[in-house]
């Protein structure tokens, strides 16, 4: 009985990923990410084909492990699934939005923790807002895709031409 009950469990889950995993030619995607980019192969460093932005509406194509081939329009590329979600009801935020979230993340949404909440707690503790200046100030600052990859070829994390 117990076996039957894991079995059970193990295929209502899967059935719940496969939700999210697109099926069939056609079928429409939305990018989820506050900004990325459509490969022209499936690997993180490959040419842009085009820039994507949240809320941005895909055709999938088809799937190679976690590289999903989509249409953008008129143009063709790669794009990591983590990007984006087939869910149609998929909620955006306007900074970007990801499926799934890190342990600590739901612990403090659990506990109540929002912008609303950080707004308040701003607004509650003047002496601090030296502190979230600097924070907002590191959250704004971006790497060039052309500065991370020296970065990544430097420590040996990526070699050169891949």
């Given at each position: 009985m117990r076996q039957v009950s894991v079995v059970l469990g193990l295929g209502a889950v899967l059935c719940l990923l496969a939700a999210d995993v697109p099926q069939d030619p056609g079928d429409l995607l939305t990018v989820t990410r506050k900004a990325t980019k459509l490969r022209a192969q499936k690997r993180s460093f490959a040419p842009a084909v085009a820039d994507l932005k949240e809320g941005d509406k895909l055709a999938f194509q088809s799937k190679e492990g976690?590289?999903?081939?989509?249409?953008?329009?008129?143009k063709a590329g790669w794009l990591h699934q983590t990007d984006v979600s087939s869910n149609p009801d998929v909620r955006l935020s306007g900074q970007g939005v990801r499926e799934t979230y890190s342990t600590s993340e739901t612990a403090a949404a659990r506990k109540g923790f929002n912008p609303q909440v950080e707004k308040a707690y701003r607004q509650n503790n003047p002496n601090l807002e030296r502190s979230f200046q600097l924070v907002d100030r590191l959250q704004e600052r971006g790497v060039s895709e052309g500065e991370l990859r020296e970065f990544l070829i430097a420590g040996g994390l990526l070699q050169e031409g891949k």
């Open positions: 976690a590289w999903l081939a989509v249409k953008f329009g008129a």
